[in-house]
């Protein structure tokens, strides 16, 4: 089983969608996938016409459709794979993936507890799985999102998470340009941010806070300081995954 987890396979991009000026959902075709859980990663491998070959982590961005699954790239101006991703890889272009993998920051649908997600820039892409999978599967766990983002061109998934949602509370953050016309200066995420966003303690929410490490760490120590328990504080970090 583990290994059948692990194979590579040959999956096929099926269809890509804008999300932003630097940002690329890839909807891929993968013969064989098993399914996955919301929060769980692949590896893709791309192999060089010279062989040489190189492997990056991304994150599920939605449940599986049957064998369809989707990714949402950044690309990173200096980087090796993602300007690749997201600028070369063409519809019916193929990819080695292997996976699902991760079994620790997930979110079961079957769970019934209040949860708190917390995303800092591409850091949304696992957390966008959560409220996905929570839409698909009709659960009624409340959830509040905060979102940490540069301006709003740099919103992933802007129309869906405009979109009234019952259950769902939504709250944006700028780091750099506020929306025009909006009070309050563009800010980094703090205590107060994730005070009034997010649950209060004694609720015990779940936690899942994910993005670049400096991010995740902030995000954490405030939320284990306003007296969150930390083994219900899960986080993803966004460094460098490459190999
Ligand atoms: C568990 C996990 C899940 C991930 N999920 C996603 C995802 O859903 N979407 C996504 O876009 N990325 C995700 N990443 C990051 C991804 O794996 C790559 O690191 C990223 O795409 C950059 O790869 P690259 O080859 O373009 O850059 P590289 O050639 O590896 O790096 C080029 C330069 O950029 C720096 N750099 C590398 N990664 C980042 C980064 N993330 N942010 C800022 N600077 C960086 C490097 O230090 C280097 O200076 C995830 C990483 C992990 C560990």
């Known amino acids: ?38 929060g769980q990663h692949v590896d893709l491998r791309l192999t060089a016409a010279d062989g040489y070959r190189t492997t990056r982590t991304y994150s599920l961005a939605a449940p599986a459709e049957g064998e369809r699954v989707e990714v949402t790239v950044q690309r990173v101006p200096d980087g090796e794979v993602s300007p690749y991703l997201t600028e070369v890889f063409t519809v019916g272009d193929p990819i080695e993936l292997r996976g699902p993998v991760g079994g620790w920051f997930v979110w079961r649908p079957t769970a019934p507890d209040p949860v708190m997600l917390v995303a800092g820039g591409a850091g949304i892409v696992p957390l966008m799985a959560m409220i ?14 905060l979102y940490s983002v540069r301006t709003p061109e740099d919103v992933y998934y802007a129309d869906e998470l405009r979109r009234p ?18 009070p309050g200066e563009p800010h980094r995420i703090g205590v107060a941010d994730v005070n009034t966003a997010g649950w209060p303690a004694e609720f015990s929410p779940q936690c899942f806070v994910c993005g670049p490490t400096g991010f995740v760490e902030t995000v954490a120590d405030i939320l284990v300081a306003l007296g969150h328990d930390a083994r219900r504080v899960k986080t993803e970090r966004f460094g460098p995954s490459g190999s």
């Open 1 to 38: 089983m583990v290994q059948g987890k692990l194979a590579w396979r040959v999956g096929r991009l099926a269809a890509v969608r804008d999300e932003t000026p630097s940002a690329r959902t890839l909807a891929l075709d993968v013969p064989g996938w098993p399914g996955h859980l919301a």
């Open 132 to 145: 996905r999978a929570r839409r698909r599967a009709g659960s009624r766990a409340p959830f509040k999102l």
């Open 165 to 182: 949602e019952p259950g769902l509370d939504v709250t944006i953050r700028y780091t750099r340009k506020g929306p025009d016309g909006r």
